[in-house]
């Protein structure tokens, strides 16, 4: 079993490994050894740069008793146009799980077509699911992921991010609010994957969006291999930045969440993201647990 999309795995399955998250954190924090995958091998695939993706993977891995190779797409023959079918191949048949950070998510289908090891989506043009997890826990552990639970996406709603939120809150029966500018097309499929299972409402102006909400979400506006774009997507998202206006009009114990990393005052200004509502670092704390729990359960030793 693969882990390519956050609309891959079912409710039941999302909510076991959270589960099994909280444990294996809960048990990291009061220093219990659990080294459940001793002798397995993960591969780290990375087409892009990395702080918390490639840091939690190697950590988790180890963590739990295992090891793992990086490879980053530059140094391997990926580089010279080796086909991504032939590089799941040959990694598959060394290690034991893949976890793979590209650009195109038709690569990593590729990948991961070409091999039964399982694979782990760690981000594309598509999906960040194992961001999607992290978020689900962050929420879980500060009382807002329930069914009717006000969500709000606000700034680039086409993106990766947005994707997998929006089918992990839809899993969850949230009510999901995507606040971006007109002009930004959302993904055709995760709306109807969300709209399948709750409420999906589309707004363009950010502070009517926010109203009442639980989590106010965001993202930057200028993601990995958008750069030549940044001043035109600078402008068409100024007025979806979130700051204070936009808490207060969200609820009073709303929390304010972001996947990282963060741009101070475009995006968000620094009195949220600084501020008390603040989760982020929780949220990339996550990312180790959530991980950890996935490749066990992806291993079957879950
Ligand atoms: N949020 C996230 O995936 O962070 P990195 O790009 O640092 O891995």
């Not at 999302?14 to 219990?32: P, V, W, Y």
């Not at 891995?61 to 090891?67: C, F, I, K, P, S």
């Not at 060394?94 to 690569?107: E, F, Q, V």
């Not at 363009?204 to 506006?221: F, P, R």
Request: proline content about 3%.
């Amino acid at each position: 079993m693969d882990f390519l999309k956050i609309t891959d795995i079912s409710k039941e399955k999302l909510h076991s490994i959270l589960q099994l998250a909280a444990k294996l954190k809960e048990e990291h924090k009061s220093g219990k050894i659990n080294f459940s995958l001793a002798g397995k091998t993960l591969a780290l695939l990375m087409e892009k740069p990395s702080t918390r993706t490639l840091a939690s993977f190697q950590i988790g891995m180890a963590q739990l008793g295992g090891q793992t190779t990086v490879l980053s797409s530059s140094v391997s023959q990926l580089s010279r146009g080796e086909p991504f079918s032939d590089t799941g191949a040959i990694l598959g048949s060394y290690c034991d799980i893949i976890a793979a950070r590209l650009h195109k998510h038709t690569d990593l289908e590729e990948l991961a077509n070409a091999t039964s090891t399982p694979v782990i989506n760690a981000l594309t043009d598509l999906d960040h699911p194992c961001q999607a997890l992290a978020a689900l826990l962050t929420m879980k552990e500060n009382g807002k992921l329930f069914p009717g639970a006000k969500f709000v996406f606000a700034g680039d709603c086409g993106f990766n991010v947005a994707n997998a939120l929006m089918g992990a809150c839809a899993l969850e029966g949230m009510d999901i609010t995507l606040a971006c500018p007109q002009e930004c097309a959302v993904n055709k499929e995760y709306l109807k994957f969300a709209q399948s299972h709750s409420t999906v409402k589309i707004s363009h102006d950010l502070l009517s969006a926010a109203k009442d909400a639980d989590i106010i979400y965001t993202d930057t506006w200028v993601s990995m291999g958008q750069e030549e774009e940044k001043e035109k997507r600078m402008q068409l998202f100024l007025p979806f930045q979130v700051n204070s206006a936009t808490m207060h009009a969200a609820k009073k114990d709303a929390i304010f969440m972001h996947d990282l990393p963060a741009y101070r005052g475009k995006e968000v200004t620094s009195d949220v993201i600084d501020g008390p509502q603040s989760t982020i670092y929780a949220e990339a704390e996550n990312r180790l647990h959530v991980q950890k729990a996935l490749m066990l359960h992806l291993l079957g030793k879950a």
